[in-house]
DNA sequence: CGTGCCTTTGACCACTTGGTCAAATCAAGC
DNA sequence: GCTTGATTTGACCAAGTGGTCAAAGGCACG
């Protein structure tokens, strides 16, 4: 699936470059705020020399994107229905919690994308992320059924947990203006994990 | 605080016209994402004829911004310590989101800011937002020294009405594709009510 | 009707931006 | 060191952009 490989190292090497410098400046002026100028500099290159890798500068930003979906989806595939229902759910909220702390520029990036929109991606929401959602979904009416947990809207939840999660990486700013620039991860922790416990623990 | 107020009726009239219109706009493609050409043609205005009402892009969006802030903060400024703490919280989140339901533009131009860094309205929330939420975290707290809800971070607490609230406006898109296009805000305000009671109730 | 002010516009400008291209440079195998 | 292909770059371009301006068109009022 994906595109032609680098052969040279040169080439791998200058590619990643070109990526790493892509998704810090896409994420902090989103697709049309970003110019190829910047992204060139951000990598050290020439601009002539960066689009001698990539063809365009959306070309850049949709492999940036798509390779992004996935790892982006992954805590949530790792959701399983072996093990206990409740700590699996709260396992799920700390690992999406730590890819806000860790990866807030892919999490911004993503996000600016559907705040307008997700012009490049509406195929794959409707597609493998609703058939991703619609399957776990299936996994937590299972343990509702079971008496595992308490009844809750299966979809409601899983927006629920993207929504505290990464409101974190998003609004960070926000966050810690109110906060005086204090780290909320912690508290963020100790508070999502109370939270879901008292909702869904039977 | 406001600038000169307009003096004609049809000054009045084309300048809420542009802001309409811009809100339109930006909230779609972001400040940078926007072009003069694009807001005057959704305004119905040729593009020197809208400068002559907005000294520039930029004024307009300033505009809409700063007027917004004050609206946005309203339900939570309507926070009371009277009246019995949990359906006030409850009446809060429900504030929220029909906010959320009603003016969705409002919300993704506020969004796309903060996602940027917030940097035209940094001092606003680090100032009277900061104040405001100080303030109600005391009233937060009170309700639990009282024992009228459990104990909670009150910060945590109002940054998790934000997220859940503003998540369906924000990422509108996502939800719907998940949902397959079905309306999201009915489920939404049910489970939302019960998440928090089962969070607050003592 | 005429006067003065508000409003509207076509033409224009300087600058930015994504992208091209031919020529130069470099690196590795012979 | 020579050749060949990969890499890098300075110069350039067409389109798009925010914003200006002088002139024209409306409109209310005497």
């Not at 500099?41 to 890798?53: F, I, M, R, V, W």
């Not at 909320?184 to 109370?194: I, K, M, N, S, V």
């Amino acid at each position: 699936m994906t595109k032609s490989a680098p052969r040279t190292r040169i080439q791998e090497k200058n590619r990643s470059t070109i990526l790493e410098a892509g998704l810090d400046v896409f994420s902090q002026f989103g697709f049309r705020g970003s110019t190829v100028d910047q992204i060139a500099e951000a990598a050290g290159l020439s601009k002539p020399n960066l689009l001698y890798y990539f063809p365009s500068k959306e070309a850049i930003y949709l492999e940036l994107l798509n390779s992004l979906l996935d790892t982006w989806l992954d805590p949530l595939r790792a959701l399983n229905d072996d093990g206990k229902a409740l700590p699996e759910i709260l396992d799920y909220v700390k690992r999406k919690l730590a890819m806000a702390r860790d990866f807030p520029r892919e999490s911004r990036l993503f996000a600016g994308e559907i705040l307008q929109g997700a012009p490049r991606i509406e195929d794959a929401l409707k597609g493998d992320l609703k058939t991703l959602v619609d399957e776990k979904a299936q996994v937590i009416r299972h343990w509702i059924a079971a008496g595992k947990i308490k009844e809750v809207d299966p979809y409601h939840l899983i927006f629920s947990i993207w929504a505290l999660t990464q409101h974190y990486a998003d609004f960070d700013t926000q966050v810690r203006a109110v906060l005086g620039g204090q780290d909320p991860f912690p508290g963020a922790e100790h508070y999502l994990e109370q939270l879901f416990t008292s909702r869904l623990k039977p």
